[in-house]
C-alpha cells in the first residue's frame, strides 16, 4: 500500500514556528503518543522529533509497536492519546495539511503489473493537483528508470518495483518521505543503490523515516535511530551515541593463550568474554587467529599491556573493536526478533 503527498512546492522547510509552537526545522513532531486496543496498551508515550534533511531509523521487534506507529503518522489509525505534527500541521485536526507534505510507502508498493512503470505513475499522479508529465519525468529520473519506465510492471525486478513505488511516493514532492522496509528482498547491490538513493533525497533537504531489519544498514544510513521495543521507546540518538554508551571491546592476541587469559583474569576490572557472548562481527574475528576478547576501561589498557609484559606474555597484537549497532539493540531489546 503507498500514500501519496499532494504537495505542489518544492523542498523547503517554513521558516519561523508553525502551529503550537512546533518548530520549523522539525518536520514530524511525536509528541507523547499511546495507542491502546481493547485496553491493551501498544504503544506507550513514545516522543521523538525528525530535522530538515534528517535520515531517522526506526528500530524494533515483532510486536515492538513500530508498523503501529507508522500506521499513526499517516493517519490510518488514530492515537489514543498524543499529538503527532507533520510541518507544523497536527495530523488529526488538520490532516489533509499534515499528509500533503508525506510520501510513504507502507509494506510493499501495490502497482498494476499489466501497466507501465509510467502509465501506473499517471494513474496516481490523476489523484493530486498540479502533478504534470514533466514531475513524472522528473521523479522517473530521480529514482534512476529511464530506461525501463515504459516497460509493463510484471517484467520489472522487486528493486525496480521498489524504486517505482518510491517515484510514486515523490510525486507530490514530500517534505518527509516515510518507507517501511525498503530493503526487503533487495540484493546487495539493489540495497547499497538505495542507501545512496536516500542520502541524495536528504542531501537535497527531504527528512527520511526509515524501518528495517537490516541494522548494519541503518548504522550506515541514518543520522539518528530509535529503538522501540513493547510499544516503548528505549533510545533516541544518533549511532554514535548510542554505541559510546557501550564502550568498545579490546582483542588480545598472545603467543601462549592460556597464559594471556589468565593474567587477564587476575584483575577484576577486565571482564573476558566467551566466545558466544559478544557481537563482533565475524569476519573481523575470522582474521584474528586465537583472539581473546575482553571488556575493560580503556585507561586500563597500557597498564594492562606492562603487566603481561612483566609475566613473559608476549603480546602480538592488541586492539579496540567498537560495537555494532546489532549488539545494542540485542542488549536493549533483551534479546527479541527483530522485525
Known sequence: MALTAKHPNELQV??????????SKVVLSV????????????????????????????????GSGKTTTIRMLVDLIRPTSGDIYIC???????????LSHVGCIVENPEMYSYLTGW?????????????????????????????????????????????????????????????????????PKGIKELRDFIRKLAAQGMSLFI??????????????????????????????ELLSQRGAYVIWQFDDREAGIRVLTETLEITVIAEHDHYID???????P????????QEQVAATVERLTRAGVGITAVQKVAPTLEELFITMTEGDVVE
Open 211 to 240: 524501518s528495517s531489519h537490516l541494522l548494519s544498514e541503518i548504522q550506515l544510513m541514518c543520522d539518528r535511530v530509535a529503538i522501540i521495543s513493547k510499544g516503548e521507546l528505549l533510545a533516541v540518538g544518533t549511532v554514535e
Open 282 to 288: 565475524e569476519s573481523i574475528l575470522s582474521m584474528l
Open 31 to 62: 509528541q507523547a503518543v499511546t495507542k491502546k486496543i481493547r485496553g491493551r496498551a501498544i504503544i506507550r508515550g513514545i516522543s521523538f522529533d525528525i530535522q530538515a534533511g534528517e535520515i531517522f531509523g526506526f528500530l524494533g521487534p515483532n
Open 119 to 187: 502509465e501506473n505513475l499517471e494513474h496516481f499522479a490523476r489523484m493530486q493537483k498540479g502533478i504534470d508529465a514533466a514531475r513524472i519525468a522528473e521523479v522517473v529520473e530521480i529514482v534512476g528508470m529511464d530506461n525501463r519506465i515504459h516497460d509493463k510492471v510484471k517484467t520489472y525486478s522487486l528493486g525496480m518495483r521498489q524504486r517505482l513505488g518510491i517515484a510514486q511516493a515523490l510525486l507530490g514532492r514530500p517534505k518527509l518521505l516515510i518507507l517501511d522496509e525498503p530493503t526487503n528482498g533487495l540484493d
Open 290 to 297: 586465537g583472539a581473546v576478547i575482553t571488556t575493560m576501561p
Open 88 to 98: 507544523g500541521h497536527h495530523v488529526l485536526r488538520e490532516p489533509e495539511k499534515a
Open 14 to 23: 517554513e521558516a519561523s514556528h508553525i502551529g503550537d509552537g512546533v518548530p
